[in-house]
């Protein structure tokens, strides 16, 4: 693992390029966010975009999630992998969320990991998005990355998660976005663009394309 000076002078160069970015999930509300990031696991946001355009128009709120049941949901997100387990879920936490909350998204980690369908990584998702909390979301990209980039020597979504949140919090507030937005158009899994990244510097990565 790298020196936190190091990992922020990494981190600085993908800040100059995109100082404060966003999450590609389109969203109308923390309900709808919430339900776009459970759609989201092992999908890709253009996808979970694509099928909540129509969706979202229709249930916006937990409520309407119930009145839509749960074969028209499945119907509008049929196209996204494992969309039966999915769908299963956001119906139960839209239940527990109206006979629990009101119909409102609780802005508690416990309470949202208590949720079916939602563990830390969603949790934090959320609570980095909406309400612009300093907590950092390990999925499959930042989980890679972490490795490749030499930012944490975790095994695991949460050691990784443990070493991050020693970043200073300016810092943890968009490392999910600049990492997930690197992994996605730069440094892709399969193919990546080590030509024109601009952290080639900083990788020494056995597979590093020169």
């Given at each position: 693992?790298?020196?936190?000076?190091?990992?922020?002078?990494?981190?600085?160069?993908l800040k100059k390029q995109n100082?404060?970015?966003?999450?590609?999930?389109?969203?109308?509300?923390?309900?709808t966010l919430?339900?776009?990031?459970?759609?989201?696991?092992?999908?890709?946001?253009?996808?979970?975009?694509?099928?909540?355009?129509?969706?979202?128009?229709l249930a916006d709120t937990p409520q309407k999630m119930l009145d839509l049941g749960i074969d028209k949901l499945k119907e509008h997100i049929k196209t996204i992998g494992l969309y039966n387990n999915k769908a299963k879920n956001i119906i139960a936490l839209s239940q527990r969320l109206q006979e629990d909350y009101n119909g409102e998204v609780p802005h508690n980690r416990e309470a949202l990991e208590a949720l079916p369908g939602v563990g830390r990584k969603t949790a934090n998702v959320l609570l980095n998005v909406w309400w612009q909390e300093?907590?950092?979301?390990?999925?499959?990209?930042?989980?890679?990355?972490?490795?490749?980039?030499?930012?944490?020597?975790?095994?695991?979504?949460?050691?990784?998660e443990e070493d991050l949140n020693r970043l200073p919090d300016e810092y943890k507030r968009y490392l999910n976005h600049w990492l997930v937005l690197?992994?996605?158009?730069?440094?892709?899994a399969q193919k990546p663009d080590c030509i024109a990244c601009?952290?080639?510097?900083?990788?020494?990565s056995i597979d590093k394309r020169v």
């Open positions: 693992m790298r020196p936190i000076k190091e990992i922020i002078a990494l981190l600085d160069v100082p404060t970015p966003q999450s590609e999930l389109n969203y109308h509300n923390a309900y919430l339900v776009a990031i459970v759609l989201s696991a092992q999908s890709t946001d253009k996808g979970v975009n694509q099928a909540t355009q129509k969706l979202f128009t300093p907590t950092v979301a390990v999925d499959t990209h930042v989980l890679r990355l972490a490795k490749r980039l030499e930012l944490s020597d975790g095994k695991t979504p949460l050691s990784v690197f992994g996605r158009y730069t440094c892709k601009p952290l080639k510097n900083f990788c020494h």
